[in-house]
């Protein structure tokens, strides 16, 4: 049997209709995904027990799907069975987000159950290589297309975010903690915006299982918001939401919407 551990968004819903049997949706407290009932919800203090819920109910596999932020613990809510794994929570929040759900998901795999990924339960949703939009990215975009990876690249050993915007040869923008919706939110005032582009993909080095970068209509529609060219995502290594309608919406702005192979 599988469980989805949902946080916000689209995905779950997404990830729970490719499947032939309903999976079981456990619902971080505070976190609940877009169209789907909680079968069940959990809270980090309470993690152990829900453990053993999963194992209760015949759960075998598991995947993470849904956005997720560093939820607040209060250390008083911690059960019995959560107790003992206080030391690889404390560890696991201390580090960068890639940290952290390797911890966490190293700990399903240690009390038995497999870990899969969205992009394996789903694999409609993995975006195919192209220039997806009627717009084509010109030299200079391609240029800052190149960049935008560089970057993310030279950021992945510090495990920081999945996103950044670049702009006619400069970084305008750099995902942090707020994620990629904080980013566009938060961008400087300049002329450069214009030309700017949202480029996403994986750290190098990513566990994907529980992370893989993710875009959407609401992507696109921050980004026309925003004022910027066009979205850069890497082929193959993001999940895109409702393409059609991503690609309409791009079209309708006059944006570029690129899934870059890295040539």
């Known amino acids: 049997m599988l469980a989805l551990i949902c946080g916000t968004g689209d995905l779950p819903a997404k990830v729970a209709a490719a499947q032939d049997t309903p999976p079981l949706i456990c619902v971080l407290d505070g976190f609940a995904p877009t169209g789907l009932d909680a079968d069940l919800e959990f809270s980090i203090e309470t993690l152990g027990s ?23 613990i209060d250390p008083a809510k911690f059960d019995e069975h959560t107790l003992p794994l206080i030391p690889l929570l404390a560890g696991a ?49 391609r240029k800052d297309a190149k960049f935008g990876a560089d970057v993310l690249a030279a950021m992945s050993p510090m495990d920081v975010g999945q996103a950044c915007i670049t702009g006619g040869g400069q970084l305008l923008g750099m995902e942090t903690i707020g994620g990629t919706d904080h980013m566009i939110a938060t961008l400087p005032e300049t002329p450069l915006i214009a030309q700017g582009v949202l480029v996403k993909g994986p750290k190098v080095g990513q566990d994907t299982r529980a992370d893989m970068p993710t875009v959407g209509p ?24 409702d393409p059609e309608r991503c690609i309409q919406l791009a079209n309708d702005a006059g944006l570029v919407l690129w899934s870059r192979t890295g040539e």
């Open 93 to 141: 929040l201390q580090g960068g987000d890639d940290a952290a759900l390797r911890a966490v998901m190293g700990l399903f795999e240690q009390t038995g159950f497999a870990v899969r990924g969205a992009h394996e339960l789903a694999p409609d949703l993995i975006a195919q290589p192209g220039v997806l939009s009627e717009k084509w990215p010109d030299a200079q975009m």
């Open 50 to 72: 829900f453990l053993i819920q999963l194992g209760d109910k015949g759960v075998t596999e598991v995947c993470a799907c849904g956005a997720i932020d560093r939820p607040q």
């Open 218 to 241: 609401k992507t696109l529609e921050a980004i026309i918001k925003a004022g910027l060219a066009g979205l850069v995502i890497d082929a193959g290594d993001v999940l895109m939401l």
